[in-house]
Structures are given as structure tokens and as C-alpha cells.
């Protein structure tokens, strides 16, 4: 019997109740498992924040430390209350957060903070949190055991802060080590270069590292945990009757992911779709909790009389417009404009030419850098670079949408209903997605307005 692969999300990892939720759930399954966890909530924001202030303030340190060591305590009073089981707690955790401060300390000495330090040290929230269940797991009566991924074999690309995993040198390694019939708890978020160097998977990879791991053990399927009820036809925080979305395709569930839905990563089914393996999401809070997914994610999904599944956003996006006379049309100028992003690790999301622009849709956060890097190119032929930050994207998703007729007539029409300027409309770009660029204020207002015309109206 393949395992099934359990992931806790750093929203289940906050207050004693929420530890108290895993652990029945865990016992629910009533089964060797793979759980991989996130760092408790807030901590990888806590740690970031604290790499750069010690660089130059070496006090902030034993603050850290103390913070967390202070955090983690309270965890283990309120779960464990046998003397010695606390005592050996804290002796564990101390010793993981002696670590940390060594890492900090070295930034310090050497006024720098490089890569592999860095990455090294936001990969502890993690190994809290995997150390802190396992042993409150096996308080429980649970045959729990840590398991690292740098002892595993879980190795990436070595690309630090936003790596892939090598599936091709990973899988065996990871199959062999997890065989037992036990649970094993992993921390998420990581993996390691072929140096030994630890390597974070991205902002939230630590459901990409939960998929890994499930692709390279085979496993039945990859189980979510989260604090909502899976994926929507939009945000409950933006419209009054979403509607839940319990079936969609791999493709679908990534797209909507990558357009803004705070579900998944946008990577998460990236390793699982060839094999297979569905993905199912929980609500942890639910009043009546049981392992009956809210959400299936698998290969055919579902279709209805109408494709559309859902209506996503995302305000993290910005526009990058390269101008000058025939930009779009000479040859070799994309070429050399996407090269020069590249080399720097900005991710270029999409891009859209006219004869006298290039539009490049990138990350809020990368548009000031990626701006003043094209014009230290200083081609003659670029005229003007304006950065535009003020946008958001509104896509609509599901199988086959930007085929359906009338679809983009429909999501135009209820956008102007509502006096809502569209900057970009990109319909055929994605077999399950059309999307359109609006101004950062109205996004709420698109999604409510596409909502209403696709869900809440006759054909709902």
C-alpha cells in the first residue's frame, strides 16, 4: 500500500488548539504517513526581517533567539505535560536554535549576508516545526520520526532562494529512506545542490517539497490541510456567494494558483501530473472533519454545462513598457532584453509586443531593478522605459474557456457595465484561462462583476 503524503500549512501551525488539530487528524488517518509541515506562522517573516538587522546590530541575536526559544516553550508546555518529555523538548530545541545563532553570528562577523546562509537559516522555521510535531506526535502515542530532506537525498538544482527539485537523482533516495510502515514528519521548504548546500524552493514551497516527496515515493495522493474550504469560485473576501469548486485539473488548479488563488503554489502539481497523483484539500477547522476532500484535484477534473471554475486575482504585477520607433519588430531586441532579466533571476511572466512597445509583465517587486537594468543596456533603439505598478490581473479560469464563444465578449461587457477600463485582454494564451489587466483599485470590483455574469446569473 503506497503512502499518502499529509501537508500542515504554516495557517494550522499558530495556537495549542491548532496542534491539537493535527494531531487527531493524523490519528484519523490511522496509517503510516508522510507529513511535511511549514514553519509555525509568522517565523519565516520573523527570521527574514532578522538576518538583515543583525548584519549590523550583533544584540538582535540573543533577541531572536530568545523570541523564538520563548515561542517554542510555549508550545511544549501546552501539548506535553509528563516533566521529563518537556525536559527533552527543550533540550532538542535548544540545541536546533544553537545552530541558528551561529548562522547569525557569522553574518555578523563578516558584514555579508551570502546565499547559502541565508537560505540556510530561513530553512530552520521548518525544521522547528517538523522537530516540535515529531515530538509532540510520538507524546501522543504516534510512531513518529524526523526525517531531513539533506538525509533524505532530497536534492535540487542548487538555484538558492527559488530551486527545483531533480527528480531524476531524488527519486530513489527519497523512496528508500521513507519505506518504513511509520510516520515520518519532514520539514517543507528545502531541498540541497549537489554541494551539500541547503536551497529554498520559493516564497511557499513547501507544498512544491510535499509534491515532491509524493511523486518520488509513489504515493497515493498529497493531502492539504488548510484553515479554508479548498478552492472557490472566487474569494470569499470579495464576493457574497462563492461557490466551492469541488472537482478540477491539474492544469486548472495551477493556473488558477499562478493568477492569485492563495490555495497552492502555482508549482505544487507540477511533479504530480504525470504520474498521476491527486492532490485533495481539507478544511482543518471544518465542524465536522473528515477525509472526505473539499477540493479533488486530479487529470479530467469536472465539466459542467459551463467550463468556467473559478475567477482569480493577483496584485503582484507589474508592467515593465520598453518604447521606441519598431522595438517590436527589429530583430534580436526581445532577445537581448529577456537575456539581461534572466541573468539577474527576474522571472518575466508574459510578454506583449506592438511595433513601437514591448510589455513586460513581471513581479511588483522586480520592476524597479528590471527597469534600471534596461536602461543601463543603452540601446540606442529604446527610447522611453516607463514602469507601470499600478496594475492587477483578473483571469478567469477553467477547461476550455478561451474557446468557449462569447466568453470574452461576456467578461468586456460586465467589466464596462461597471465603467472598469481593461489595459490587456489575453484570450488563447492558457487552454483554461483568459485574463485581463485592470487598475489596481478596481480589481475587486472585476472580480465581483465577472463573478456575478459567470455564477451568479441564469447559467450558474
Not at 494531531?23 to 538576518?51: C, H, Q, W
Not at 530561513?122 to 525544521?127: F, V
Not at 479554508?228 to 473576501?237: I, R
Not at 476550455?400 to 489575453?426: C, F, N, W, Y
Amino acid at each position: 500500500m503506497n503512502k499518502i503524503v499529509v501537508k500542515f500549512g504554516g495557517s494550522n501551525l499558530k495556537t495549542r488548539e491548532d496542534i491539537q488539530k493535527i494531531v487527531a487528524t493524523i490519528k484519523m488517518y490511522d496509517r503510516p504517513l508522510v507529513i511535511v509541515v511549514s514553519a509555525f506562522y509568522g517565523i519565516t517573516n520573523y527570521l527574514s526581517e532578522g538576518i538583515r538587522t543583525v548584519q549590523n546590530d550583533d544584540k538582535h541575536i540573543r533577541e531572536m533567539i530568545s523570541y523564538v526559544k520563548t515561542m517554542k516553550a510555549e508550545t511544549i508546555e501546552e501539548n506535553i505535560s509528563d516533566q521529563n518529555a518537556k525536559e527533552e523538548a527543550y533540550r532538542l530545541i535548544s540545541k536546533r536554535l544553537d545552530q541558528v545563532e551561529r548562522f547569525l553570528l557569522g553574518i555578523h562577523y563578516i558584514g555579508d549576508i551570502p546565499n547559502f546562509i541565508q537560505d540556510k537559516i530561513l530553512s530552520y522555521g521548518e525544521k522547528l516545526s517538523s522537530l516540535l510535531l515529531s515530538i509532540i506526535l510520538k507524546y501522543n502515542g504516534i510512531d513518529a520520526m524526523e526525517f531531513l530532506p539533506e538525509d533524505m537525498g532530497l536534492y535540487t538544482d542548487g538555484e538558492f532562494r527559488n530551486a527545483t527539485i531533480d527528480f531524476e537523482r531524488s527519486e530513489a533516495l527519497v523512496r528508500e529512506a521513507l519505506k518504513e510502515d511509520r510516520v515520518y514528519v519532514v520539514p517543507g521548504f528545502y531541498g540541497i545542490s549537489e554541494e551539500g548546500k541547503v536551497t529554498l524552493l520559493g516564497r511557499g514551497g513547501s507544498d512544491y517539497s510535499a509534491a515532491g516527496i509524493a511523486r518520488c515515493i509513489h504515493a497515493e495522493s498529497l493531502d492539504i490541510w488548510k484553515d479554508v474550504n479548498g478552492f472557490m469560485s472566487a474569494d470569499p473576501k470579495m464576493v457574497k456567494k462563492p461557490v466551492r469548486v469541488s472537482k478540477l485539473s491539474y492544469t486548472e488548479a495551477a493556473e488558477l494558483s499562478y493568477f492569485g488563488a492563495k490555495i497552492l503554489h502555482p508549482r505544487t502539481v507540477e511533479p504530480l501530473e504525470d504520474m498521476e497523483i491527486p492532490v485533495r484539500i481539507f478544511n482543518i477547522d471544518a465542524r465536522e472533519r473528515t477525509l472526505k476532500p473539499l477540493s479533488l484535484i486530479s487529470r479530467r477534473g469536472e465539466t459542467g454545462k459551463m467550463p468556467a471554475k473559478s475567477v482569480s486575482c493577483s496584485d503582484d504585477f507589474a508592467i515593465l513598457r520598453i518604447s521606441g520607433a519598431g522595438v517590436g519588430l527589429k530583430p534580436g531586441i526581445l532577445a537581448r532584453v529577456t537575456s539581461c532579466l534572466d541573468s539577474k533571476s527576474i522571472n518575466i511572466k508574459s510578454v506583449v509586443t506592438a511595433q513601437t512597445a514591448i510589455n513586460l509583465y513581471l513581479e511588483s517587486a522586480d520592476l524597479r531593478r528590471a527597469g534600471q537594468l534596461i536602461k543601463e543596456l543603452n540601446m540606442k533603439t529604446i527610447t522611453h522605459v516607463t514602469e507601470i505598478d499600478d496594475m492587477a490581473i483578473v483571469a478567469l479560469v477553467g477547461a476550455g474557456i478561451p474557446h468557449e464563444p462569447g466568453t470574452a465578449d461576456r467578461m468586456l461587457k460586465a467589466l464596462a457595465q461597471k465603467k472598469i477600463q481593461t489595459r490587456i485582454v489575453s484570450i488563447g494564451a492558457s487552454d483554461v484561462a483568459s485574463y485581463v489587466v485592470v487598475k489596481r483599485d478596481d480589481r475587486k470590483q472585476a472580480v465581483r462583476a465577472i463573478h456575478k455574469e459567470f455564477f451568479e446569473g441564469d447559467e450558474s
